[in-house]
């Protein structure tokens, strides 16, 4: 009961102070429910609409092994016909332009962790491709102990972690650690990022490996010298197969 005008004065600024709080958070997106992609109302409180997850899938054709963008008539391209990746196949519903690299950048630096929910729908409905059975286990392209203490924001654990509730595939975040810290490598090509990366991952469970298929989550995959190096390591310490899901891939320069 208000029993005066002081007393609505006051309850509608608290409102208005809530608003405003809400409307800072990183919560805003529900309120909102835009698409962060085509920027329509959704109906969904996801990152993506549904018009713009289905329209994901429906890319351009992709390399059947590493999931780079081809030309119509490729299946395989050059890089993977001349040396057999690590990996048995890679899962990445997009290539990594313009909007969808904006959406990655957000979701990595920003750290907006609901975008990580359109990225799973988006890397399952992919994975529903192959007749393959699920993998045994998920595991993530682990940081390095050091950005852990700076608290940065672990994107691919966050994403991994969200795949496993969805299909149920346990997730263990310790199979692989990252040993060495690798330099930045964002503008290298893939012969600079194998010799920068190489060693610098260690499998610390072995037993829970050998003989398993394991599918290693990331973000984005660019020139898959770093998830080539994990495979490496994983087949190394006795995996039977390695699928990467990832949400984004690099097209070819
Ligand atoms: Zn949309
Ligand atoms: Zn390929």
């Not at 962060?36 to 289905?54: G, P, V, Y």
């Not at 990225?119 to 994975?127: K, P, W, Y």
């Not at 050091?146 to 972690?161: C, G, I, S, V, Y």
């Amino acid at each position: 009961m208000i029993k005066s005008d002081q007393d609505l004065s006051t309850k509608i600024r608290i409102l208005v102070n809530k608003s405003k709080y809400l409307f800072n958070t990183p919560y805003k997106h529900l309120l909102l429910n835009r698409c962060h992609l085509c920027n329509k109302h959704s109906d969904s409180h996801n990152a993506l609409c549904k018009n713009c997850l289905e329209d994901i899938q429906a890319s351009q054709p992709k390399c059947a092994t590493c999931s780079i963008t081809v030309r119509a008539h490729e299946s395989i391209c050059n890089d993977c016909k001349n040396t057999q990746p690590y990996f048995d196949q890679i899962f990445a519903p997009c290539s990594y332009e313009f909007p969808i690299s904006k959406l990655c950048q957000d979701f990595k630096f920003l750290a907006k962790k609901y975008i990580a929910e359109s990225m799973s729908i988006a890397i399952i409905e992919n994975r529903k491709l192959s007749n393959a059975d699920y993998p045994d286990l998920l595991c993530a392209i682990p940081m390095h102990p050091k950005k852990h203490e700076e608290h940065q924001f672990d994107q691919a654990n966050e994403l991994a972690t969200r795949l496993s509730h969805k299909t149920g595939i346990r997730y263990r975040n310790n199979l692989l650690v990252k040993t060495n810290e690798t330099k930045q490598q964002k503008r290298s090509n893939k012969a600079a990022r194998l010799k920068n990366i190489k060693n610098s991952f260690s499998v610390r469970n072995i037993e829970f490996v050998k003989g398993k298929s394991i599918a290693i989550v990331d973000d984005v995959v660019t020139t898959g010298a770093t998830v080539d190096e994990a495979s490496r390591m994983l087949k190394q310490a006795g995996a039977k197969r390695i699928e990467i899901w990832a949400f984004a891939r690099t097209p070819k320069q």
